[in-house]
Structures are given as structure tokens and as C-alpha cells.
């Protein structure tokens, strides 16, 4: 019944989860030096997405494979952002869950939705004026790490996975950016076709629709249906700043867009 009465995903989930047995949670205790443990998963955690890039930017010239280009009609308006509303704030700080966790500034998003009669005006001003001047604030983009156990001996960085947290202005900046580029995206039609992580009314269930698709129809015609799997190791974090910027622009975004990206991607740290 409690599932039923939640139509939200993640809130069936969780039912779900208090249904099933839980594993007792044991205090880990570490052999080595705090400090140099820290300083360790530190480093691996920050040199891991440029390790994994190098290796397939080797890749691609090893194989003279070739990069993608999306070159941008002329018709194609390019893209700008436009000034955000108060309303429009409210309503993406609304959309968050109260319970994520904070970040450095330990602000919880409930403190900002309590607070939101005083501070909206505020936070709508500064977000606008962080595309007007195409800059990130530092405290943006200063996270905190935590470490979430993946496998086996938990003082080895790569059995652990990294959670970066940022602070809540910086989560609503974000989905305020997202949401207009999406939508620029969409509406032009800048997605490749078949795109469907990260897109609106796509998911893995309409990539499995899609391939079961294709393999019938390859059985209709007698054909032989091959079917490839790629596992990508640290796939988001082998994502090449200077590439993702120049795909960027070939999707049409402006100088002043690009120049908030480029602030956006650097100066990072954690």
C-alpha cells in the first residue's frame, strides 16, 4: 500500500529499501596516519579524471578515430542566458529535497527554504550577476569529499567512491543553468538522436525500447542482430575540460556562456 501511495520514484524506493534487511554498519577504523590517508585519497580523487582522459585521448590517436562535430547552422540562434526571475528561483530551490546534505558553509537547503521571503530578491540578483560577469564565486566551487565504500579494503582510495558536496547556492545556480540550456538544447534540437541520458522524457527504458526495436526488425529480416556493451571506467570524470568546451561552443552556446563555463570547470577544490 505505501507504494502505491508514493508516485514519486525515489520516495518508492525508500520504501523499499526499509522493507528489505540492512547489513549492520561497522565504524571503520584505519591502520595508517589520518593525515597522510587524507592527503592520499586527495590526490587520487583529483588526478583520476585526468589519467582516464589521457588514456582516451591515446586512444583516439592510436586508432585515428575520430572526434564528434557538431557544426551549427546558420539558422540556429545562438545561446545566451537570459535574466532569471525571483519566481523562477523559488521554484527550483522548492524542487530540492530538504535533506541534502550541505556543504562547506553546513547550510542545509531547509534553512535556505525557511529563510527564502528574506533572501530571494538576494539570491535571484547574485545568480544573474554571476552570468552578467561570467564568474563563478571561489565558495562555489570549494567542496567537500566524502567517501562512500565500494569494496573490500576501505583504505585504498579506489575502492572508495568520492561525493563531492557544494554549497546550496551553487546547487541552485546549477539547475538554473541546466534548466535553460536543456531547454535551448530541445528546442533546436542539439542532441544527437538517440541521446538518452540526461534528457527529458528519455531514459534507459526508451533505450531498451529502441534496441529491442532494431533486434526484432533484424529478426524480421533475417539478419544477424550484433549487440556491443561498453563499459566506460570513470566516465564523467575522464570528460576533457578544453573538448567538453569546444563541443559547447559548436552546440551554439555564446563567448559570454563559454567564458561562465571555462570559470565554471577551473579553480576547483576541495
Known sequence: NEIHKNLNRSSKWKVIRNCLPRK??????????????????????????????ESATALLTKYNLPTIDLAVPAQIPVFHFHPV??????????????????????????IIKDALPCILPAL????????????????????????????????????????????AVSKICERVVLNQLTDYMSQWKRYTQHQNGNRKLHSTETLNVFITDQILQ???????????????????????????????????????????????LSGRSQ
Open 24 to 53: 549492520e554498519s561497522k565504524e571503520l577504523k584505519y591502520s595508517r596516519n589520518i593525515t597522510e590517508l587524507v592527503e592520499e585519497f586527495s590526490s587520487s580523487f583529483t588526478t583520476v579524471g585526468i589519467k582516464a582522459s
Open 218 to 264: 533484424s529478426m524480421d529480416r533475417k539478419e544477424v542482430a550484433a549487440l556491443v556493451l561498453i563499459d566506460l571506467s570513470k566516465a564523467f570524470d575522464s570528460i576533457d575540460h578544453s573538448i567538453l568546451l569546444v563541443q559547447l561552443q559548436t552546440i551554439g552556446v555564446s563567448k559570454s556562456v563559454l567564458a561562465w563555463f571555462k570559470s565554471y
Open 124 to 167: 535571484t540578483e547574485i545568480i544573474n550577476c554571476s552570468w552578467l560577469t561570467s564568474e563563478n564565486p571561489t565558495s562555489w566551487k570549494m567542496a567537500e569529499v566524502v567517501t562512500l565504500l565500494k569494496d573490500r579494503d576501505h583504505e585504498i582510495a579506489d575502492n572508495n567512491r568520492p561525493v563531492s558536496l557544494l554549497i
Open 85 to 110: 526571475s525571483c519566481s523562477d528561483v523559488q521554484q527550483i530551490i522548492m524542487s530540492f529535497s530538504s535533506n541534502k546534505a550541505p556543504g562547506l558553509d553546513k547550510i542545509p537547503m531547509s
